[in-house]
């Protein structure tokens, strides 16, 4: 209505009203380095493709005369791992927005706030964990595990003190997916040092310098090999998640599920929920889209966890189909870093506004009056 309104009186939206229409204008303002590390995906880029197709080959069936239109009539909230949100969504995390917009996290995390919506903050972060905490509302921290426990720990501790209200650990990046849009650019921000804020600010990682690293350029380049080597762990297994139930009390989500039988294996192992994703394509190219792999994980851990879902959501339809094939929540990607490299805050808000205002208004239109309505025999698989 605020949009329509505005048009009467000649005001016409500076930013784009969809999410390809903010990856149109994102590449157009953006440098092309920064453009290619939130649009590239691993190798051919089949998988991020396939993350849209997927989305479809389902149609909504629309329901009629139920009253789930007017202004109230619709309640989006939902409570996700004991963390109520006004809408089912959350921000994905992705690490160094800094090469999107000066404190990128921070404000990623003031306009989620404002939303009344989630944030999920990245190990890879540019700010740190305790400059996001102090400004976000509800927010979650995405653990890449480091191969040393002792800074895995700082990393869980650091963020459960900083107000964090769950751990998600993403489980399909041990090492980066082969991207060649990166590799064409040399594009690699973390050797620039901006993606190692966590670590720099970090006690257990310092510990391990030989110099401080604002001392001089070699020291700064010392630390970041230390990173190189620190970043994933290889050896990492479900039983793990052990080590991380002694090290907090928050709920533990796993994110980068695909097979049925490993949300079983980490929910079995104590997670309290999966996140269905594929890195939005970015990891293993030609691997099942995002969506055509929820339905199966939903159907063997449905019951005992909760299911999120990430990797190809771009509309509010795209929200209620995963919503109908049994997500409790989505997070989103690649649009708010558009929105944010394009207009900073207001881009970040205005990208985050669209979703929410498209889905509830799939929502309403659909006959749906809450996020627990849409259900298989809301949508139609169509070929
Ligand atoms: C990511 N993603 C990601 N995931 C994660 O767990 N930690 C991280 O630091 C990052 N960093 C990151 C950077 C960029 C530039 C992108 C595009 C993605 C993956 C992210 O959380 C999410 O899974 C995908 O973005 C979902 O795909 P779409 O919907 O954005 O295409």
Request: net charge negative; charged share 20%; with cysteine.
């Given at each position: ?32 380095a920064e453009y290619a590390y939130v649009a590239g ?55 160094v927005?800094?090469l ?81 849009q990166d590799?064409?650019l040399?594009h690699?921000p ?194």
């Amino acid at each position: 209505n605020e949009i329509y309104l505005g048009g009467l009186g000649g005001i016409v939206p500076e930013l784009p009203m969809t999410a390809d229409g903010l990856e149109k204008r994102a590449k157009e303002v953006l440098g092309p380095a920064e453009y290619a590390y939130v649009a590239g995906s691993a190798s051919a880029e089949r998988t991020a493709a396939a993350n849209r197709a997927a989305f479809d080959r389902y149609r909504i069936i629309p329901r009629m005369l139920r009253g789930t239109t007017g202004p109230g009539a619709r309640d989006l909230s939902v409570e996700v791992l004991g963390t109520r949100l006004a809408a089912p969504v959350l921000t994905a995390p992705i690490g160094v927005l800094e090469l999107m917009h000066e404190g990128g996290e921070v404000i990623v995390a003031e306009v989620t706030k404002e939303l009344g919506i989630g944030s999920v903050l990245s190990t890879a972060a540019s700010s740190t964990i305790e400059e996001v905490g102090a400004a976000a509302g509800e927010w979650w921290y995405q653990l890449y595990w480091p191969n040393d426990p002792e800074l895995a720990r700082s990393f869980v501790q650091r963020a459960e003190r900083a107000g964090a209200k769950a751990i998600v650990v993403t489980v399909d990046t041990p090492t980066l997916g082969w991207r060649p849009q990166d590799l064409e650019l040399a594009h690699l921000p973390f050797l620039h040092g901006k993606g190692i804020a966590n670590y720099l600010s970090d006690p257990v990682f310092r510990a391990k310098l030989p110099t401080p690293p604002e001392e001089s350029e070699d020291a700064m380049r010392i630390a970041i090999l230390t990173w190189v080597g620190l970043f994933g762990n290889h050896n990492l297994r479900a039983t793990d998640l052990a080590h991380l139930r002694e090290w907090t009390d928050l709920p533990i989500a796993v994110k980068g599920i695909l097979h049925p039988d490993d949300a079983r294996l980490v929910v079995d192992a104590g997670a309290d929920a999966v996140v269905v994703s594929n890195h939005g394509g970015r990891q293993v190219d030609g691997s099942i889209a995002a969506l055509d792999a929820l339905p199966a994980v939903v159907a063997s851990v449905g019951d005992r966890a909760d299911v999120l879902f990430d990797s190809g959501v771009r509309s509010g339809a795209d929200v209620l189909i995963a919503l109908a094939l049994g997500a409790k929540a989505v997070l989103y990607g690649r649009p708010y870093a558009y929105g944010l490299g394009i207009a900073g805050r207001d881009g970040a808000r205005h990208a985050l506004r669209l979703l929410l205002a498209d889905f509830d208004s799939a929502l309403g239109l659909s006959g749906c009056a809450n996020v627990t309505d849409p259900n298989r025999g809301t949508i139609a698989a169509v070929r």
